[in-house]
């Protein structure tokens, strides 16, 4: 069974400091996604990035960067020069198997609460 | 934004009663998925449709029913609403594509119903 666990329940950090979410995935697949998504206070679910298991390539968009490990089984996110805005629920999530059906049903980890204070 | 709207946004009703969720869909998407959010657990998988009329279970099904009979719409009902079905739900859509590499596009969600039973 596919796993996703998110060990940090909550971090609190000041504006400007640079964060690490930490995400740690297990399946017994070789073909899955691994997700993560933003959900503020508003509630609703941003889809932040996917990243298929043969790209183990690192990814940036702006203040984010995202490092995908299968050796350590890690996607972890972390953000540069942290803002109010990035105040907000964190999910990661994975994906078992390629595409169709399969691909929608995620298993998510439970969530890192990241509170940014000015 | 993804076309995905949920109706209604937010719902109150006793045990016992029936209650239906709609989700809407402007995407033409084929794949729709019903989760709900709880403290804790991050988000679960419900019931997932890969088509019209075709329906499967998640990981929570029980006490909780599907119906898709368009493309646009997807209903989940809870036949007699328990409180532990207090909860937010959240509809998501997907497609999968076959053109030069085949691929799902991204999982979007809805911004959710809270749904309380007293």
Redesign the interface.
């Known amino acids: 069974a596919q796993k996703?666990t998110q060990a940090q329940t909550e971090i609190s950090v000041v504006e400007k400091e640079d964060v690490t979410l930490d995400c740690v995935y297990e399946t017994r697949d070789t073909t899955y996604?691994l997700?993560w998504?933003k959900q503020p206070p508003s509630?609703?679910?941003v889809?932040l990035i996917?990243r298929n298991s043969f790209d183990e390539q690192n990814e940036i968009s702006g203040r984010y960067s995202w490092n995908f490990q299968k050796s350590t089984s890690s996607f972890n996110f972390t953000i540069t020069a942290s803002q109010v805005v990035d105040s907000a629920v964190y999910?990661c999530?994975l994906?078992e198997n390629?595409?169709?059906?399969s691909?929608?049903?995620?298993t998510?980890?439970?969530?890192t609460i990241l509170t940014v204070h000015p | 934004d993804a076309g995905i709207t949920q109706s209604p946004r937010h719902k109150v009703t006793e045990t016992g009663t029936p209650v239906t969720l709609r989700c809407h869909q402007t995407e033409n998407h084929r794949?729709m998925?019903w989760?709900r959010q709880d403290p804790?657990?991050?988000?679960?998988?419900i019931h997932?449709s890969?088509g019209v009329k075709d329906t499967?279970k998640?990981e929570v099904s029980d006490g909780y029913s599907v119906s898709r009979s368009k493309t646009e719409d997807f209903l989940l009902t809870l036949e007699s609403a328990t409180s532990s079905q207090t909860s937010?739900y959240?509809c998501?859509?997907?497609e999968?594509f076959m053109v030069q590499s085949?691929?799902?596009s991204?999982?979007?969600?809805g911004?959710?119903t809270r749904l309380t039973v007293t």
């Open positions: 996703v996604y997700f998504y509630g609703e679910l889809f996917r999910f999530a994906s390629a595409g169709g059906t691909y929608g049903k995620l998510f980890g439970q969530g | 794949y998925y989760y804790g657990h991050g988000l679960r998988l997932y890969y499967d998640g937010v959240f998501a859509i997907s999968f085949s691929y799902n991204p999982l979007h969600f911004n959710g």
